[in-house]
Antibody, heavy 122, light 107 residues
Framework: QLQLQESGPGLVKPSETLSLTCTVS??????????WAWIRQAPGKGLEWIGS???????YYSPSLQSRVTMSVDTSKNQFSLKLTSVTASDTAVYFC??????????????WGQGTMVTVSS | EIVMTQSPVTLSVSPGERATLSCRAS??????LAWYQQKPGQPPRLLFS???ARAAGIPARFSGSGSGTEFTLTISSLQSEDFAVYYC?????????FGGGTKVEIK
């Protein structure tokens, strides 16, 4: 059973870069489950798609965040990563990584990490 | 980009009653719609993909319908564990987008 686990600093200073990693375990990182997503949720708010990355390295980002977001894949470590630059308090959120298991329509996310809370504060 | 709008924002329902949640897309998305349930402190749980294909382990009291721009999630007889926030999400094209959510609360 594929499992995802987010990791990274829980506190980031304003104007700095938020960096998170999602580690994939329990299954094939390079198999048919080839697209990986980051999604966030500000406190008390709804879900916001940040972007998705394919195993090939192709990326798709939210237009509202595109200028500040970079996603990458490290196949040697079974990980994919998120970098968000020039953060402000509005970037405070729980950040989830997610993907889709084989047999489910791609981009309907049935596998989620538990989420990691990131607070932007000095 | 496609905007997803959910209604109502809050739905107050008594246990055992039927709940009907709506999701509207600003452009046609065929059936490329997912529904999620989220409880406090937990990640979302996929209920449906393809608008109506129930995910593994989802009880039959949940049903999804619709295509094009109008979609519905129905819970036929609300159980205590169903009180949660529900989100729709399209995956018709990039960028993906979620609706704002509907909170189903106990009446």
């Amino acid at each position: 059973q594929l499992q995802l686990q987010e990791s990274g600093p829980g506190l980031v200073k304003p104007s700095e870069t938020l960096s998170l990693t999602c580690t994939v375990s329990g299954g094939s990182f390079s198999g048919s489950t080839s697209c990986w997503a980051w999604i966030r949720q500000a406190p008390g708010k709804g879900l916001e798609w940040i972007g998705s990355i394919y195993y090939s390295g192709d990326t798709y980002y939210s237009p509202s965040l595109q200028s500040r977001v970079t996603m990458s894949v490290d196949t040697s470590k079974n990980q994919f990563s998120l970098k968000l630059t020039s953060v402000t308090a509005s970037d405070t959120a729980v950040y989830f990584c997610a993907t889709t298991a084989p047999g489910v329509q791609e981009h309907a996310f049935d596998i989620w990490g538990q989420g990691t809370m990131v607070t932007v504060s000095s | 980009e496609i905007v997803m709008t959910q209604s109502p924002v809050t739905l107050s329902v008594s246990p055992g009653e039927r709940a009907t949640l709506s999701c509207r897309a600003s452009q046609t998305i065929s059936n490329t719609l997912a529904w999620y349930q989220q409880k406090p402190g937990q990640p979302p749980r996929l209920l449906f993909s393809g608008a109506s294909a129930r995910a593994a382990g989802i009880p039959a009291r949940f049903s999804g319908s619709g295509s094009g721009t109008e979609f519905t999630l129905t819970i036929s007889s609300l159980q205590s564990e169903d009180f949660a926030v529900y989100y729709c999400q399209h995956y018709n094209n990039w960028p993906l987008a979620f609706g704002g959510g509907t909170k189903v609360e106990i009446k």
